[in-house]
């Protein structure tokens, strides 16, 4: 029912840049928050930044004053501008939203959709 397309993983070195995207699709009626976590190799899955609908984030300590999160609603898109990249970041990264989907007549339902993830690798 809902789709979330990540894009713009790669390899960069310790210091660079990089942007996630995550697109949404589906039979979606609203999306409320949106947002990005991580897992690192023998980790748990952690929190990196969440952006409400309204415009409202939070942040990981460790990413904080590095990483921007921002969405376009009418794209039903959210973005991750990763900056001052360190090895420690290295981890697939997911991306969640908060959807409320359509499904059939006038049912609504809620759904906590996830992204099948993009690897970040840090590294010189």
């Known amino acids: 029912q809902v789709q979330l397309v990540e894009s713009g993983g790669g390899l960069v070195q310790p210091g660079g840049s990089l942007t996630l995207s995550c697109a949404a699709s589906?039979?979606?009626?609203?999306?409320?928050?949106m947002g990005w976590y991580r897992q690192a190799p023998g980790k748990e899955r952690e929190l990196v930044a969440a952006?409400?609908?309204?415009?409202?984030?939070n942040y990981a300590d460790s990413v904080k004053g590095r990483f921007t999160i921002s969405r376009d609603n009418t794209k039903k898109t959210v973005y991750l501008q990763m900056s001052v990249l360190k090895p420690e970041d290295t981890a697939v990264y997911f991306c969640?939203?908060?959807?409320?989907?359509?499904?059939?007549?006038?049912?609504?339902?809620?759904?906590?959709?996830w992204g099948q993830g993009t690897l970040v690798t840090v590294s010189s």
């Open positions: 589906g039979s979606i009626f609203s999306i409320n928050a």
């Open positions: 952006a409400t609908s309204g415009g409202r984030t």
């Open positions: 969640n939203a908060a959807v409320v989907v359509h499904t059939g007549g006038a049912d609504l339902r809620p759904l906590d959709a």
